[in-house]
């Protein structure tokens, strides 16, 4: 059946009567296209704003504006409209009065007539007759980098110092209005797993949806942090009695206290008991108990999970 089918279209291509009336049908198409294209037409179009010449101190606040524009010209040029765009250009260096809060753009069709549109083309009408342009003036601001990350580390490693992004702080520059409500940039939310060694990631801003007004520095940051081996080690502090009334002695146990610590295999043997202070706070007692909770008030910033092994410390009074 399908041999058959392919059988009767050849024979009908090589039929030159079915060529020639393809062919007159083709021509007369054209003929029919070309004839509707050359008679003029009248329509209204939504006609865009593009805006040059605009200060750097200011920015538009409404980019929807639009101008909807009645015109009479043939075919051809409609055409032209259809496929791509249309659009007029306002140039704020003197096409408007600035006022202030808004730029003011009212032009005649003569006007228009004159600058836009060729002679082929008829100007009926403009809608609306008077533009108005809400501005603010630019404001240029440092906003720090948050970080939204996490770091599961590989057993016995950890970060020497903290996280950091590179750079620490965007750039923005926009309108004044929108920019001073923007207090810090997050990054997008990202886990780091199973990390051994020296971390630089690039990670991406959220930065705000609507931004068509604002420009910023950099669209992500670098996330970094210098990793290293860390162990744990063991000192015993001395225990500090504080705000001990006048009159008043007490002796307790015990006078010193084991603090545990993580850090690096690199800083271990820099660290010393004089790094770390453990302090009783008398005046925290309550009622008649004899015991004192040791605090950790001074401890190396290199230092990770320090922790007291001792919770209580048990107290007499001696007057």
Known sequence: MIKKLKTEILILIKNKRINVFILFLLFSFIILIFSKLSKEYTNTMAF???????SEEHVILNDSVMLNITLKTHGFKWLKYYISKPKITIDFSKDVDKEETVFLWNKSKAYLNNTQFDEQVELLNISPKRLTFRYDVNLVKKIPVKL?????????????????????????IGPNIVVSKINYLETEDVIFDNVKSNLAEATKLKLPENRSDLKFSDNSVIIKAHVEKFTEGTLKIPVN??????????????????????????HFNSVTNKDFKVVCDYTKTKGNQS?????????????????????RIEFIITK
């Not at 001074?298 to 922790?307: E, G």
Request: overall charge positive; cysteine-free.
């Open 241 to 266: 009695i504080i705000n001990v009334p006048k009159g008043i002695k007490i002796k307790y146990f015990p006078k010193e206290v084991n603090v545990s610590y993580y850090i690096s295999l690199g």
């Open 291 to 311: 015991l004192l909770v040791p605090e950790l008030v001074k401890f190396p910033n290199r230092a990770k999970n320090v922790k007291i092994n001792q919770q």
């Open 148 to 172: 939204n990350a996490a770091v599961n580390f590989e057993p016995g490693y950890n970060v020497s110092d903290k996280l950091i992004s590179e750079p620490d702080s965007i750039v923005v």
């Open 48 to 54: 865009d704003i593009e805006k040059i010449n605009l």
